[in-house]
């Protein structure tokens, strides 16, 4: 996979060297190229931002640097994506969708945002699409991006090495994950389920799935089905 990052803020993404994903770029398994949108400029001030029309408070991101910098990046096969708390919701799902593709361009807004002319040419040229993390607002778009590189990263084929492991995870089958458990069998008072011990595999699994259905009902209830359904 290959993954672009349009910034002005390059140096956010020096942490995607280390880890996991630092191992992928190493193994060629997913290349990153980080790319300062200032470098798109062509005034002495390097200048990406100007006030918005009709009014308003803050700035937003001028056109004709992200013109620039997208079309050196983009291709027919890529998908865009902006950042923004006004995009669609990024799950589990969105991950696996993105993990199945080529080429992903990630272009990180600030200010107030981007253009929108820049969204719209985008979209006449590629797959684009408006993702948000959450209800909350950040300051911009890269730490956004780094949870999205690392939760679509870690489902690329060859990123982690023992791929059972993606199976059992919180949101993998609509359940949040169940608790686990190592030596020692006792820790200051507190004991290990002894059904762990019991080298019985079908009532491991049992507990196990009923330790997932009673999380998922005490704190994300939204995630199971209602009872109409
Ligand atoms: Cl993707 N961007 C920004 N700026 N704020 C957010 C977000 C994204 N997701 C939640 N809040």
């Known amino acids: 996979m290959r993954i672009d990052i349009v910034t002005i803020f390059p140096d956010f993404f020096g942490v995607l060297d ?11 398994i997913i290349d990153v190229g980080v790319h300062d949108l200032r470098d798109f400029t062509h005034d002495r001030h390097r200048t990406v931002d100007d006030t918005p029309y009709g009014g308003g408070a803050g700035m937003v991101m001028r056109p004709e640097p992200w013109g620039e910098a997208l079309d050196s990046v983009i291709t027919a096969d890529s ?14 799902a969105t991950a696996r969708e993105l993990a199945g593709e080529q080429h992903l361009v990630f272009g990180c807004g600030r200010y107030e945002g981007i253009d929108q ?22 300051n911009g778009g890269e730490v956004a991006v780094m949870a999205m590189i690392e939760a679509v990263g870690r489902l690329v084929p060859g990123v982690i090495g023992n791929a059972a492991s993606l199976d ?33 595999h079908g009532a491991i699994a049992k507990w196990r799935h009923e330790q997932q259905v009673e999380r998922t009902k005490r ?11």
Do not use: C, M
């Open 18 to 28: 280390v880890s996991l994903l630092g191992k992928a770029r190493q193994a060629r």
């Open 79 to 92: 998908v865009v994506i902006f950042p923004s708390p006004a995009g669609e919701r990024f799950t589990q």
């Open 168 to 200: 059992e995870e919180s949101h993998e089958g609509g359940l949040l994950e169940y608790p686990s458990y190592t030596k020692p069998a006792e820790w200051r008072g507190r004991e290990v389920p002894p059904v762990l011990l019991s080298g019985n």
């Open 117 to 138: 002319r820049v969204i719209d040419h985008a979209s006449s040229v590629a797959r684009v699409r408006e993702i948000s993390l959450g209800d909350y607002v950040l």
């Open 219 to 229: 704190v994300r209830p939204d995630l199971l089905p209602s009872a109409e359904d």
